[in-house]
Antibody
Framework: QVQLQQSGAELVKPGSSVKISCKAS????????MHWIKQQPGNGLEWIGW????????KYNQKFNGKATLTADKSSSTAYMQLSSLTSEDSAVYFC??????????????WGQGASVTVSS | EIVLTQSPTTMAASPGEKVTLNCLAS?????MNWYQQKSGASPKLWIY???NLASGVPNRFSGSGSGTSYSLTISSMEAEDVATYYC?????????FGSGTKLEIK
């Protein structure tokens, strides 16, 4: 079955960077988009962007340009998101989610368990 | 950016009660997806392409709508339906989620 296993919780200092991973299994990693979504405590969901591991193409929410960088390693079927110049506003749970077509419409059909990032000195 | 406004923000329903959650888009979208998120868990695909139930979703759930107005309906509320429900539009970038409806049981 499709599984997305994310890395663990991170406690990082303001101004630093962090790299979160999302290891995929149960499907052909290079044939599906991988999305990243942010959820701040008690808040809703915010789309960051996607990467297509097959060719490395990316699409970002303009709001996260310069903040998030998406990459993928085909050899290990792992997607990564690096967040830079961290502030308290980046403290959140970050989800990866697979994108695919279902019944002709696009869906994010499988989600990782989430990776918590806390920015604090 | 397409803004999705969900209503109500929070609601409580009695077991067996019919429930309707709404999602209003600031511009027309081709279809809507819905996600269920229980406390401390990741969101689950619940309804896709406006009206298709995801695998394992009980048939008391249904989705409908077009253009700028979409809804998720539960024909008969059950305790296991307690969760926050989010709508998601994928018709234009940036992809956007609604702010969610928190559904509780009376």
């Amino acid at each position: 079955q499709v599984q997305l296993q994310q890395s663990g919780a991170e406690l990082v200092k303001p101004g630093s960077s962090v790299k979160i991973s999302c290891k995929a299994s149960g499907y052909t990693f290079t044939s599906y988009d991988m999305h990243w979504i942010k959820q701040q405590p008690g808040n809703g969901l915010e789309w960051i962007g996607w990467i297509y591991p097959g060719n490395g193409n990316t699409k970002y929410n303009q709001k996260f340009n310069g903040k998030a960088t998406l990459t993928a390693d085909k050899s290990s079927s792992t997607a990564y998101m690096q967040l830079s110049s961290l502030t308290s506003e980046d403290s959140a749970v970050y989800f990866c989610a697979r994108g695919t077509i279902a019944a002709g419409d696009y869906v994010m059909d499988a989600w990782g368990q989430g990776a918590s990032v806390t920015v604090s000195s | 950016e397409i803004v999705l406004t969900q209503s109500p923000t929070t609601m409580a329903a009695s077991p067996g009660e019919k429930v309707t959650l709404n999602c209003l888009a600031s511009s027309s979208v081709s279809y809507m997806n819905w996600y269920q998120q229980k406390s401390g868990a990741s969101p689950k695909l619940w309804i896709y392409g406006t009206s298709n139930l995801a695998s394992g979703v009980p048939n008391r759930f249904s989705g409908s709508g077009s253009g700028t107005s979409y809804s998720l309906t539960i024909s008969s509320m059950e305790a296991e339906d307690v969760a926050t429900y989010y709508c998601l539009q994928l018709s234009s970038y940036p992809l956007t989620f609604g702010s969610g409806t928190k559904l509780e049981i009376k």
